[in-house]
Nanobody, 125 residues
Framework: QVQLVESGGGVVQTGGSLRLSCEASGRTFSSSTMGWFRQAPGKARQFVAAISWSRKTISYLDAVKGRFTISRDNAKNTVYLQMNSLKPEDMAVYFC??????????????????WGQGIQVTVSS
């Protein structure tokens, strides 16, 4: 059974930083693109960032470019999202996701077959 487990969420003040981690188990994701999405209350789930297995292709939501960094450690089957200069509008439940693709970094929810349970990120103003 495939599992994606997020960790690292919590409460932070505006301007602060958090690092989310997502560990995959049940199969190896070293050859899969992995991504992060977020969903705020009353809003649709939104793409945040994605990274291909080789790390050569990375995509970001425009609103987080320059503040968020996605990375991965294939040996640990783990993907990370370093979030700096957090804003109240970044507050959401963040979801880790994995695809069956390898070289691209898709932004569409439909491209991702595997999902974590989500973790809350709260940014206080």
């Amino acid at each position: 059974q495939v599992q994606l487990v997020e960790s690292g969420g919590g409460v932070v003040q505006t301007g602060g930083s958090l690092r989310l981690s997502c560990e995959a188990s049940g199969r190896t994701f070293s050859s899969s693109t992995m991504g992060w999405f977020r969903q705020a209350p009353g809003k649709a789930r939104q793409f945040v960032a994605a990274i291909s297995w080789s790390r050569k292709t990375i995509s970001y939501l425009d609103a987080v470019k320059g503040r968020f960094t996605i990375s991965r450690d294939n040996a640990k089957n783990t993907v990370y999202l370093q979030m700096n200069s957090l804003k109240p509008e970044d507050m959401a439940v963040y979801f880790c996701a994995a695809t069956d693709t390898t070289s691209s970094a898709p932004v569409s929810i439909a491209a991702y077959a595997y999902w974590g349970q989500g973790i809350q990120v709260t940014v206080s103003s």
